[in-house]
Structure formats: structure tokens, C-alpha cells
């Protein structure tokens, strides 16, 4: 192979000799080219919601029409395996004959599988149901989240949050009959926590929303008011919904999007053209306090499409890849244009409006869902188009460790299989609940005498010099049965050791003689 300049426009190419001529066709593989992962399997229908699967490190993806993958289906909702092949088709029916998109506006899959669906419908597999609902992982409904009546209006977005709880956004008023405006959360069981009192505190529906570590909440909203106080659109709220005052980043537009990193700084994608009273167009790079971070380079603040960015995504190497409609821009972590990113719209077909719904990053590559998408060499990319974020030496998965439910006192190992193209692996073990605790720094966690305070989600974070993974994995404890008066305990010995224990006593072959004294 021999590349061109690796300027933003050029095209590798692979020189291929016969006789008597020769020929040169497009390399099949560049940053920000069409994947060969798109061979893996075959789509044909309309695809517009892609959504990580934390379970398995592949994607969930959901069809309004149905989809036919692999010659099977048609599918609402199906599964992909990480290397982008058919991981099995869900018999969950929402859509029906309406090939209605807005019914589902927001998914999310958790570490067990489980899925989470948002939106304006009001059936599954035919049961009625409130507009926020939760499948068990083969796609029946989990009668076990109860939210009750729910939510009075459209649910916009989901994100998951610590001990299983998860914050819903939406066009809400109420939830469950109670004031509650836009933005709540719901314990682990499906119920409303009602230690984020939110109320009637906000007067604007949520555009993004992101957790940093410590648990907090950043909320891009419609609206720039809290408890009728000006405070800016991008707001961050304690755990019982106070707002954090010294938090302002103050944009002067809508913000689509957000990514944060590991030490807790995000970035922001949309329609404002400063933060902070200062330039910054449609992009800007934040400290964890929600100041500037002035230290990135020009470039990442005028460099930008006329009319703002749609979506931020943060790859595991710190860069960040930001959409304009369909086209794709790729930023060194300090900001400067990376050039050997080259746009694959521009010579590889269409890409579909990109949204943070329709895209996700699945390991290591872009993953977009949409009716527009074409095919490129040969590659059938109807409804889906996966693009190389060239991250191809990033840890690849081998096994992934299985969930666990015990009983108090037993013993748990989780080791995960993980392969390296290129440098050393680093391991580190946390619990979610706990992200600060690191309990193992290989690829192994024990868990030994457990108890129910151990029951949670545990997540296993692998990294080389070119990018990470995260897994997910859950324990459940089962609680012993309690003592207590009119309980019976027994008391076990060794065989041929004789002691009275109110009637018993060892007999041969390690039973037992009772007496009735």
C-alpha cells in the first residue's frame, strides 16, 4: 500500500498490478472510511435507533418498519455483536403497521441486558402501557418495573445512573399524578425516587443529560430558568435535584450534546456561539467545574460548520469525533483538526442525519442508523453504516465475565478475556456505586463472604496506549433466612465424634439418631 498525503481530501489507495495493465482501486480501510465491519451481516428495512449494549459490548438496534438481518426477521428490535454480526432478533412488538418513529424516542440497555424504552407509546406486544417501560433481555415485558401510571407526556431521554436507578427526561409534567416537570428519577424497582425533588423547578425540556462521577447530573435544557431565576441552559444538579449554583458555563444556545471524560471534563456540542461570555462556536471543551478550558487550540473553537454541531462523541483515546448533519470532523485532544481523518460522506455514499440517538460508538467504531445510508464497495449498508474511527489497536474483547447471584457467605471470581493489538493492557475493577474504590488491577476480581451490601454492578475498565473498553457485570445476594423464637438451628459434626445436641446424636454411615426425651 502505498498512501497519499494524508491531508483531509486524500484518498489511500491500493496499487494492484496485472497483465498487460494496472489498476487502482480505494483502500477498503481509513480513518473515517466505511468499515469492513459492514460485511458482517446484512440489513434491509428502517433503521433509526442505535443503543450500546453494555452486556455483551455490541449494540441494540431498533427498526420501526422491521428489519430483515441476515435473512431473518423482520426484527423491531435485534441485536449485533461487537464485530458488527447478527446476535438475534427480539420478538417485542411496539411499532406494529405504523411505521411511526416517534413512539420510541429513547432507549437504553443495562449491564444485565435489560432494555428501557421512552417515547409516545402506548402498547407492548399488544399490552397497554405507560409511556416508559422495561423488557427483560429476550424482549418480554418485566412486569417486576412498576412506574404506575407514569409519565403524562412524551419521554425524550434515559440515562443510567448509580445502584440502578435511572434519570428520564421528557415533555412531562406530571409523573404518577405528581408535579413534576421534565427531569425525575426512578429507584432500581421502577418507582419514583422522590429524594430528587425536582417539582416544578425547571421551565424547559432536556436537549442532553450526563453524570459525572461523583453522581451529579448535567442537563442541557430548553430553558434557562430554575425555580424562575435565570441560571443558563446547561445546569448541574446535586443528587436531590438543588441546583449547583457554582455552575454556570452559561451558553448563549442550545448545547445537543455532551461527553464527558474520566477526570470528569466534558465536552459540548450545538447551536451557541460563546460560553462564558466568550467566543466559542457550536464547540467548546469544559473544565469539571463547568469553566473554560482555554488551553485547546483556536482552531477547536472557530474551525467549525456554519450552522453548529448535532453530536459529540469522546473516543477512548481522549479525541473527540463531532457530526454536522451527516458529516463527520475528528479533533486531536487539544483541539486542533485531525487531518488524516478524512470525511466519509464525501466519497463513500451518504451517511444519515447523525443524532446522539441514531449513532453510538460500539467497540471502537461509529455505528449510524438510517434510510439514507448507501453502499460502498460492495458492502450492503442499508439502514446501517458502521465507520472506522481508526481505533482498531484498542483492547478487543475475547470473554466477557457472566453475571452472579449468590447467597451471603459465597464466593464469586470474574475474569474477562481481553486481547491487545499493540502495548500493555491496564486492568481496574470498581463498583458503581463506589466509582472511587479500585478493587483489583488485574484481569481478575474475587469477591469472598459477600453480603448484600455487595450487591451492585461492577465494571471492569481495560486500557492500552490507543484506547479502552468498559465491562459490566452484576452480582446479586440473596439474603439468608433470619432466626428468631420457634426457629429450629442445627449444629453438624464430624462422623464418630459424639455430642447431645437436645436429642440427636451421631449414628453410623453419618446419620443421625433422634430421641423423643
Known amino acids: 500500500d502505498q498512501p497519499r498525503s494524508r491531508g483531509l481530501g486524500d484518498v489511500y489507495k491500493r496499487q494492484i498490478t496485472t497483465l498487460p495493465m494496472s489498476v487502482s482501486i480505494p483502500a477498503l480501510s481509513f480513518p473515517g472510511a466505511f468499515s469492513e465491519r459492514n460485511a458482517a451481516s446484512s440489513h434491509d428495512g428502517g433503521a433509526f435507533m442505535v443503543v450500546p449494549d453494555p452486556s455483551t459490548g455490541g449494540a441494540l438496534i431498533i427498526s420501526y418498519y422491521g428489519s430483515i438481518v441476515d435473512g431473518q426477521g423482520p426484527f423491531e428490535l435485534y441485536r449485533l455483536n461487537p464485530d458488527g454480526s447478527f446476535a438475534g432478533g427480539l420478538s417485542t412488538r411496539i411499532f406494529g403497521e405504523t411505521g411511526n418513529p416517534s413512539l420510541i424516542q429513547a432507549a437504553m440497555v443495562d449491564a444485565t441486558g435489560r432494555i428501557y424504552l421512552g417515547g409516545s407509546f402506548t402498547k407492548v406486544n399488544g399490552v397497554t402501557t405507560p409511556k416508559l417501560v422495561r423488557l427483560n ?55 419514583l425516587d422522590e429524594t430528587f425533588a425536582i ?8 436537549y442532553a ?79 469539571a467545574d463547568g469553566s473554560r478550558q482555554d488551553t485547546v487550540a483556536e482552531e477547536f473553537t472557530t474551525d467549525n460548520p456554519p450552522s453548529g454541531f448535532g453530536t459529540v462523541f469522546r473516543l477512548g483515546d481522549g479525541r473527540v469525533v463531532v457530526s454536522y448533519g451527516g458529516t463527520l470532523y475528528r479533533y486531536e485532544t ?16 451518504t451517511l444519515p442525519y447523525i443524532s446522539s440517538t441514531n449513532t453510538a460508538l460500539i467497540n471502537g467504531q461509529l455505528l449510524a442508523a438510517g434510510t439514507t445510508v448507501t453502499t460502498y464497495l460492495g458492502y450492503a449498508i442499508d439502514g446501517l453504516a458502521w465507520v472506522d474511527m481508526d481505533e482498531t489497536n484498542a483492547p478487543i474483547v475475547s470473554s466477557a465475565p457472566a453475571d452472579a447471584t449468590l447467597s451471603v457467605g459465597g464466593v464469586v471470581t470474574w475474569t474477562a478475556g481481553v486481547v491487545s493489538p499493540e502495548g500493555t493492557l491496564t486492568y481496574l475493577w470498581t463498583k458503581d456505586s463506589a466509582p472511587n474504590v479500585i478493587l483489583s488491577t488485574t484481569e481478575t476480581l474475587s469477591l469472598a463472604n459477600v453480603t448484600p451490601a455487595d450487591a451492585g454492578v461492577y465494571r471492569l475498565t481495560v486500557s492500552n496506549e490507543s484506547g479502552q473498553i468498559e465491562l459490566l457485570v452484576t452480582l446479586g445476594v440473596t439474603p439468608l433466612a433470619t432466626t428468631g423464637p420457634g426457629t429450629t438451628q442445627l449444629g453438624f459434626y464430624p462422623e464418630g465424634t459424639y455430642q447431645n445436641l437436645n436429642g440427636f446424636a451421631p449414628a453410623a454411615g453419618g446419620g443421625w439418631w433422634m430421641s423423643d426425651y
Do not use: C
Request: proline letters at 5%; zero cysteines.
Open 199 to 206: 417539582g416544578s423547578k425547571l421551565n424547559g425540556t432536556p
Open 137 to 191: 433481555a429476550d424482549g418480554s415485558l418485566d412486569e417486576t418495573w412498576d412506574v404506575g401510571p407514569g409519565p403524562n407526556s412524551t419521554v425524550t431521554r434515559l440515562l443510567a445512573a448509580p445502584e440502578g436507578k435511572v434519570y428520564v427526561g421528557g415533555n412531562f409534567s406530571q409523573f404518577n399524578g405528581l408535579s413534576m416537570r421534565y427531569v425525575i428519577r426512578l429507584n432500581s424497582d421502577g418507582a
Open 334 to 349: 487539544d483541539g486542533s483538526r485531525d487531518e488524516d481523518f478524512s470525511n466519509a460522506g464525501s466519497y463513500q455514499g
Open 209 to 287: 443529560m450526563a453524570l459525572q462521577s461523583d453522581g451529579r447530573l448535567i442537563a442541557s435544557l430548553s430553558g434557562a430558568n430554575y425555580e424562575g431565576v435565570p441560571h443558563g441552559r446547561l445546569m448541574r444538579f446535586e443528587s436531590n435535584a438543588d441546583l449547583d449554583f457554582t455552575f454556570n458555563p452559561a451558553p448563549n444556545s442550545t448545547v445537543n450534546s455532551i461527553a464527558v471524560a474520566p477526570d470528569d471534563s466534558f465536552v459540548i456540542a450545538g447551536q451557541f456561539t460563546t460560553v462564558a461570555g466568550e467566543a466559542r462556536r457550536y464547540l467548546a471543551w469544559l473544565n
